[in-house]
């Protein structure tokens, strides 16, 4: 066995196969289908390479300070985003298509709209969402079900919810309708995007149906003035899901990139620390960062 061979070897049978700086990939056709690459970019925006297949997730893709922050929340003096993109604008705007969680400007902002490619596939979760994009110029909107199929890997939808009940009873109408998404496909691992929603039944829904490999959760602990908890989840969350799904690799990300998200990366990597969680598994990615499995 050659030293070229002993390495794919190696990575192909390895749980966690390595992690990588940006823009690293094989060449090899074989390696690409089964190689997941997750890197996140800024905020919610995100990238998955899937069965050698590229997902742009939640494109907010502004220079540092481009909008107002948003009112009525806290910290709303802040102007968004907080921080530059990791990238230039032209790399990260490389993917196959596009999955728009909701169109929340932190998800979906005005550069996305204009230089975003107007052909390219775009995946939304309902057709109120998928009539708005096709107005700003976009030609192929698809609405996910729960057995959408792109490029053979499938899509599923799953449920969400950007806030608590009371929360929404308040401010429901602003804050709107979520979605998360799951990736499938035989030989692959499952990879599930929790999306803006608190930990409700829809979170432990998707886990229980789809029992993922890899879960992706927005722990930026964002919040209202005036309201009690946050309207995306936080630490004790990814805590949650590192306790219901044991196997699974749990990433944490949404944070320090718009005004009112209240936790940062350190606090979260000392409570990961603090309860003792296994660091292999519990992941909090600088910008930029990419893993590769």
Known sequence: MN??????????????????????????????????????IRNATLKVEYAGTTFLIDPMLAKKGAYPGFEGTYNSHLRNPLVDLPLPLEEVMKADAIIVTHTHLDHWDEVARQRLPKGMPIFVQDEKDAISIRQDGFTDVRVLTESTVFNGTRLSKTGGQHGDDKTMAVAGELLGSVAGVVFQRPGHKTVYVAGDTVWNRHVEDALQQYKPDVIILNTGYARIQGLKGSIIMGKEDLLRAHQAAPKAMVIGTHMEAVNHGMQTRKELRDFIAEKGMDAQRVRVPADGEVYRF
Request: proline share 3%; net charge positive.
């Open 3 to 40: 030293l070229t061979h002993l390495l794919r070897t190696v990575l192909a049978t390895s749980s966690v196969a390595f992690l990588v700086a940006c823009g690293t990939s094989s060449t090899s056709p074989s390696a690409a289908q089964q190689t997941l690459g997750i890197q996140q």
